[in-house]
């Protein structure tokens, strides 16, 4: 059936493994689609084919990992779509983003039983860190749910090594690896350097956020930070990008950006971006700020900032200490610490030049590891480790 799944064949010839990545594609765009589309654009190199079933659920996203009629039906098509693929395609292995809720992991479970009883093997992708947090709060029932699940599988794969321990009880430790985020369609290094060097001459400092604009992303405390720099420097332009996606916080936040405006900070919001628009938009950037306070795994959006040589500000949430340089390609604060964020927006926007510096470390550190062609490299690696291909 038209919609189902899409493939890639990689280039070359003999035997192909076929695997079914099993993931949401965008739009709308967040950082798991976007990982997603990347993979299936790129593929994982000969030998590898590619199915796909899309799990983005485009009737909205505000109940979602909650139990309603709307998420358990769409729940219910995944699992028929991925029953038809397993059957019509006869994928050698399944590889699925594991879901970080109840409900989610209880479908994403379902799947691994599933294609255990294909007598294929599954891997899983976890793209955060709360999984960990999801079993210690969990009831006897469903801690014993997770591990039966978790413990069919061949293994997992994360985005940092600090992000290994997740799995301590749940894995075995040969069986957790290591595959981090890329970015695709990134501009040339060429153009990377001119705006670098352009931004040092222009007199107002651009600061920037680009995101799912949440409270757990640190959108207020971002804010906050934000009138306490406007009200000593008039030179600082915020603005930030993105979407809602969870309508039940955007009244606290649009008041947020009232009272930051009456404030007297200069602030504007961009909407949505994606593709060329985003990368254009982080080129004029001086600043790229993540006050995240809740979990993450490594938020691609910090990952565009490097790539576009633009020094981040972020908190030192999952695998972010890992890529992030402190002092460096930007620099980590405290989460929660409005203060301290502050402090630290502007103390480096006073250093034009070291901001520059800066920035071209932060080019560096993409260009090191965070293409997408490192990252398909990085995926191959990972899973060829637990297949033993």
Request: net charge positive.
């Amino acid at each position: 059936p038209e919609g189902i799944g899409r493939e890639l064949r990689p280039e070359g010839t003999g035997r192909e493994r076929r695997l079914l990545l099993i993931g949401p594609l965008p739009p709308p765009y967040h950082g798991v689609a976007v990982y997603t589309e990347l993979v299936l654009k790129h593929g994982l190199g000969e030998g590898i084919r590619l199915i796909s079933l899309d799990t983005m659920n485009r009737a909205g996203t505000p109940a979602a990992g909650r139990a309603t009629a709307g998420n358990f039906a769409f729940g219910t098509k995944c699992i028929l779509r991925f029953l038809y693929l397993m059957i019509s395609q006869r994928p050698d292995w399944v590889h699925l983003p594991i879901s970080q809720s109840f409900w989610g992991f209880l479908r994403d479970g379902m799947i691994i039983l599933a294609s255990r009883a294909f007598r294929r093997s599954v891997s899983i992708h976890l793209h955060g860190s709360a999984l960990g947090e999801l079993y210690d709060s969990s009831g006897r029932l469903t801690r014993a749910f997770m591990r039966f699940a978790l413990r069919r599988t061949a293994g997992a794969v994360v985005l940092g090594e600090c992000l290994r321990g997740i799995f301590d009880g749940l894995l075995p430790p040969d069986r957790v690896r290591v595959a981090t985020n890329g970015v695709d369609g990134a501009p040339p290094a060429g153009r990377v350097r001119a705006a670098i060097e352009r931004r040092k001459s222009l007199p107002v400092r651009r600061i920037v956020y680009l995101g799912g604009l949440t409270v757990g992303k640190g959108v207020p405390e971002l804010l906050r930070a934000a009138a306490i720099v406007s009200a000593r420097r008039r030179d600082m332009e915020f603005r930030l990008a993105g979407w809602y996606p969870f309508p039940e916080e955007r009244a606290t936040l649009e008041r947020e950006m009232a009272r930051a405006r009456e404030a007297g900070v200069n602030l504007a919001f961009d909407g949505v971006l994606a593709g060329r628009d985003k990368f254009e938009w982080l080129l004029k950037a001086d600043m790229f700020v993540f006050p995240a306070v809740q979990r993450e795994g490594l938020p691609l959006a910090i990952l565009e900032a490097f790539a576009c040589g633009v020094p981040v500000l972020a908190t030192p949430q999952g695998a972010i200490p890992e890529v992030l340089s402190h002092g460096e390609s930007g620099e980590l604060v405290a989460a929660g610490d409005v203060e301290a964020l502050a402090a630290a927006i502007e103390r480096l926007a006073a250093d034009r030049d070291d901001l520059a510096r800066m920035g071209m470390c932060a080019r560096a550190a993409f260009e090191r590891r965070h293409t997408a062609e490192a990252c398909c490299r990085e995926l191959r690696s990972a899973l060829a480790g637990l297949a033993g291909w």
